[in-house]
């Protein structure tokens, strides 16, 4: 079936440090939303974004977060300054519509030491 | 307070048996319900959808959709060792909702040959 790739599994850097976290998602989708799950807990909802702009997000998707999609490549997550509370595994996920499935990749584990 | 309760966290059944999960929304808006099945450490699979009262099957799943009281269940009969993951039921709104799924803890399910 479809397939959402992110890039790296696992990321370990120091807080206050920038990190970048990657995904690849299904070619023909045109909806992408990053999801974060801190250990023990449910996936949250973070954002969601569309034709080059952020259509919603949550209050986890604090000011040091950003997301962009620069000319059809990698859907980015960055975080500038990280923080200890950011450590957590981070889904992308794409989906063809606004109601359709989303096909989700298989995280990134994020730890900031 | 979690708008999505799963119950139960945790299931053993043999193989061969069948296997009953609950999800609850306390979230009148929404209006969709999905099913998703992780493996660990691979990407969530979305495993059936529901939109209307009533009941789909497809192959060994069924799923149920109560909309009055916003609990859907799913229900896996001939239980296979490959069925043991998590679990996760998800929920969303039809419209103005911008595809945003608020998910449940999930119920991790143990086949036991």
């Known amino acids: 079936g479809p397939k959402v790739l992110q890039i790296p599994s696992h990321q370990i850097i120091d807080m206050g440090q920038m990190v970048t976290l990657n995904c690849d998602p299904v070619?023909?989708?045109?909806?992408f939303y990053w999801y974060k799950q801190i250990l023990g807990q449910q996936m949250e909802f973070l954002v969601n974004f569309y034709n080059g702009k952020v259509m919603e997000k949550s209050k986890l998707f604090k000011d040091q977060f950003s997301v962009e999609r620069p000319d059809g490549s990698y859907f980015t997550l960055k975080i500038q300054p990280t923080a200890l509370e950011d450590s957590a595994v981070y889904f992308c996920?794409?989906?063809?519509?606004?109601?359709?499935?989303?096909?989700f990749g298989a995280g990134t584990r994020l730890s900031v030491l | 307070q979690q708008k999505v309760q799963q119950s139960p966290e945790s299931l053993i059944v043999p193989e061969g048996g069948m296997a009953s999960l609950n999800c609850t929304s306390s979230?009148?808006?929404?209006?969709y319900f999905w099913w998703y099945r992780q493996h660990s450490g691979k990407s969530p699979k979305m495993l059936m959808?529901?939109?209307?009262?009533g009941e789909k099957e497809e192959g060994r799943f069924t799923v149920h959709l109560n909309k009055a009281s916003l609990h859907t269940s799913l229900h896996i009969r001939d239980s296979q060792p490959s069925d043991s993951a998590l679990y996760l039921c998800a929920a969303s709104m039809a419209t103005g909702g911008n595809n945003k799924l608020t998910f449940g803890q999930g119920t991790v399910l143990s086949v036991i040959p």
């Open positions: 979230d009148r808006n929404v209006d």
């Open positions: 996920a794409s989906s063809d519509n606004s109601q359709n499935t989303l096909y």
């Open positions: 959808s529901i939109f209307s009262n």
């Open positions: 070619s023909n989708h045109l909806y």
